[in-house]
């Protein structure tokens, strides 16, 4: 029997790298009954941490699922990574829940990935509750955390608790609505009165959360300044309706570590967040007539499931997490995936408890669960009915970053390796791999260095191959400032049939980010028509492989409007080579540079460490475009040149005694300063002429 659809909350956790998301899980798990110890994200003991890298790392790297019932409801928790290489994780977490829980930690307050995050949970337009944890370390501080979130987060924020107590003296929370405190005395939540000296402050916030239900309502509104006050019921079902809508979002206290503020989170999610059924019809596409088409989250309807993750092992084989919208999916079916044309067989399904699984005969709506040895499915792919087919919307995964390149240890290992990356990249929608002919190496991308450092140790621990990571690859880009008008001639004469082609070009760059556009503007065939996508895959061609220094060519302008053409001698090839010809002249005559990727880079420093972190970002070619400071804290934030942020880790461990942190993501591309261009071009001509 499937769940009932009306008791299923699916709810992701997100936020900023370590603020105590697994660990909330965690607690959650144990304070419902589904585990009997609560495990340690330091101990590498958590349900949803079990990967061996996140344990030997102590952070999560990739979205794990976890169940639990409460009060009669099923619980899923889609507990996902924070740190901004796997972040994309989250993005994909949260395209399956119907709310969000956004940790935010109680020193450090909003951070780099909470903004990120919150992006995402606006893009699916999720109701969500921010939790503010680990109210129990030293410097902690509710009010100034919510602070922080009110001038950071666009969004209304409404505390419906406030704390008892402070830093290890951190044991409660104070309930606004209920005017009661929850206090932890020996591990037992008891209900007692608000303590007098939190008394007067949670009056104060009573009142700011009484004003926050009656702004939601005209009518309401209007009673509130009318009469000073409007009834608890009254404020009850305001507060409801305005979360539930994601008008308004509460903000909790606790201390996932200690406990603290677990069930009243709980029955937020419970009372307040929507059931799959509340979230209704899905859209998307019929592959067939390529119409719209929706499914209604009834079990009897046609199957539409999503699979949002992937998991490749060498032993187990290939897991694929998924969440059904509609229809049932049972054991030992068959199913469609809709996104590919294929049928996929379904073997044993199951509940997902961390790396455990539970196994169940069938998944109705709502309900999230796993399956094994799906063949070619993918993430992001729709499993459906073969005689009514749906694709639903995918998951968007950001494109690589960053490149290295790998060696293998031991020689002959290459086909093992690109193996193991294969089988890695089923599983990181972004993780890529080429063999770069020019330098003849092996290049890895992913998000940025830690993703791929842990790739590397994965294909050592799961794959058995070992390799050696090379320094980054930066990936530079080329383009033109100026503009040039050239003949491309391609002529050969040789015995029998001779070849011949040629053609005017005029290069023009184009604003940044525009790509490449090729203008057709031939009157009276002095190139046949026939020929006219031979010089443009000529062009192309010519760009894809680079003319400066190797790397692709971008933003610019190809203009074909003359040439001429032998009866016998002219073909595609002969065309293809006089565009190359004249492209590789063109561009060296229109001003050619180089453009590199600029990092968003944000850095949160002890504030006495502000001046040389800003010292050094600038000595990187870093331009400051922000400082806010956060207690005694300091957020800097900056652009800087991919190029200079390399070895940017220890550098910021060193300034600043291992008390900093960043983090940073792609931004633009801009052009190399001449004499650092000239290095990287020099570099690349060496690196060719290598034997
Ligand atoms: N003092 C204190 N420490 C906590 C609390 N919650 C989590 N921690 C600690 O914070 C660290 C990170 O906790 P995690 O639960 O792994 O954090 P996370 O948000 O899941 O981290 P990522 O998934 O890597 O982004 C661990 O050392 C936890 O023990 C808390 O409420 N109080
Ligand atoms: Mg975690």
Same mark, same amino acid.
């Given at each position: 029997m499937a769940l009932d659809i009306a008791k299923i909350r699916n709810i992701g956790f997100v936020g900023h790298g370590g603020v105590g998301k697994t660990s909330l899980v965690e607690a959650i798990l144990f304070a419902c009954g589904a585990t009997t110890r609560i495990g340690r994200a330091d101990d590498g003991t958590t349900t949803t941490d079990f990967d061996p890298d996140e344990i030997k790392r102590k952070i999560s790297l990739s979205t794990?699922?976890?169940?639990?019932?409460?009060?009669?409801?099923?619980?899923n928790l889609v507990d996902t990574p924070?740190?901004?290489? +796997?972040v994309a994780d989250a993005r994909a977490g949260l395209r399956?829940?119907?709310?969000?829980?956004?940790?935010v930690d109680a020193?450090?307050?909003? $951070?780099? $990935?909470?903004?990120?995050?919150?992006?995402f949970a606006n893009e699916y337009a999720l109701p969500r509750v921010v939790v503010i944890n680990r109210l129990d370390r030293e410097r902690a501080d509710f009010f100034r955390t919510l602070e922080s979130l009110q001038k950071r987060l666009k969004a209304r924020l409404a505390? +419906? $608790?406030?704390p008892v107590g402070s830093e290890a003296g951190f044991t409660g929370v104070v309930d606004l609505i209920a005017m009661k405190a929850l206090v932890t005395v020996d591990g037992k939540v008891r209900e007692t009165e608000i303590p007098g000296e939190a008394m007067e402050t949670a009056k104060a916030y009573r009142e700011k959360?009484?004003?926050?239900a009656a702004e939601t309502d005209d009518e309401l509104l209007t009673k509130y300044l009318e009469e000073g006050a409007i009834g608890e019921a009254e404020m009850l079902d305001a507060l409801r309706k305005a979360v539930f809508q994601g008008a308004l979002v509460p903000v909790l206290a606790a201390s996932a570590t200690r406990g603290i503020g677990i069930l009243p989170l709980l029955d937020l999610i419970l009372k307040e967040f929507p059931s799959p059924a509340d979230q209704g019809d899905v859209e998307g596409v019929d592959p067939r007539g390529k119409n719209p088409a929706t499914r209604t989250p009834d079990p009897r309807a046609p199957l539409s499931a999503l699979v949002f993750k992937t998991i490749s092992d060498p032993h187990v084989g290939k897991l694929s997490l998924f969440r059904v919208y509609s229809g049932t999916v049972k054991s030992d079916s068959q199913v469609f995936n809709s996104t590919r044309d294929i049928k996929e067989r379904v073997g044993h399904l199951g509940w997902l408890q961390g790396k455990a699984q539970k196994p169940v005969e069938s998944l109705g709506p709502g309900e999230i669960g796993v399956v094994a040895k799906l063949k070619d499915t993918l993430t992001g792919d729709t499993l459906s009915d073969e005689a009514a087919p749906v694709i639903l919307p995918g998951i968007a995964f950001p494109e690589p970053a960053i490149s290295f390149a790998i060696q293998p240890k031991s020689r002959g290992d290459e086909d093992k390796i690109s193996t193991a990356l294969q089988r890695m990249e089923e599983e990181d929608p972004t993780l890529r791999h080429h063999f770069d002919p020019e330098t003849k190496q092996l290049l890895?991308?992913?998000?940025? $260095?830690?993703?791929?450092e842990v790739v590397v140790e994965r294909m050592k621990r799961k794959y058995n191959v070992d390799v050696t990571l090379l320094p980054p690859r930066i990936p530079y880009k080329e383009t033109v400032k100026g503009r040039s008008e050239v003949q491309g001639k391609y002529k050969k004469q040789t015995g029998g049939r001779g070849q011949y082609g040629d053609v005017w070009l005029k290069v023009e760059p184009l604003g940044r980010g525009s790509g490449f556009e090729f203008v057709d503007d031939i009157f009276g065939g002095?190139?046949?028509?026939?020929?006219?996508?031979?010089?443009?895959?000529?062009?192309r061609e010519c760009m894809k492989r680079g003319i400066l220094a190797g790397y692709p060519v971008v933003d610019l302008k190809v203009t074909l409007y003359d040439g001429s053409y032998h009866d016998v001698d002219s073909s595609d090839m002969a065309f293809q080579i006089a565009a190359s010809m004249g492209l590789q002249k063109g561009f060296m005559e229109a001003r050619p540079c180089l453009l590199e990727p600029i990092m968003n880079v944000e850095v949160a420093a002890p504030a006495d460490h502000a001046g040389d972190v800003i010292g050094d970002l600038n000595g990187r070619r870093g331009r400051i475009v922000g400082m806010e400071p956060e207690g005694d804290v300091v957020a800097v934030r900056a652009q800087v040149p991919m190029a200079e942020m390399l070895t940017y880790e220890s550098s910021l461990r060193s300034m600043t005694g291992g008390r900093g942190g960043y983090s940073m993501e792609f931004s633009h591309y801009d052009e190399v300063p001449g004499q650092l261009a000239e290095k990287v071009v020099a570099a690349a001509k060496a690196e060719k002429e290598k034997p």
């Open positions: 794990a699922v976890a169940f639990c019932d409460y009060k009669g409801v099923r619980l924070g740190y901004g290489d +796997f399956v829940v119907s709310a969000a829980v956004v940790v020193v450090a307050g909003v $951070q780099v $990935q909470t903004e990120k995050v919150w992006k505390p +419906f $608790q406030i959360l009484a004003e926050a890895v991308s992913g998000i940025g $260095q830690l993703h791929v002095s190139v046949p028509r026939n020929y006219i996508p031979s010089v443009e895959k000529g062009v």
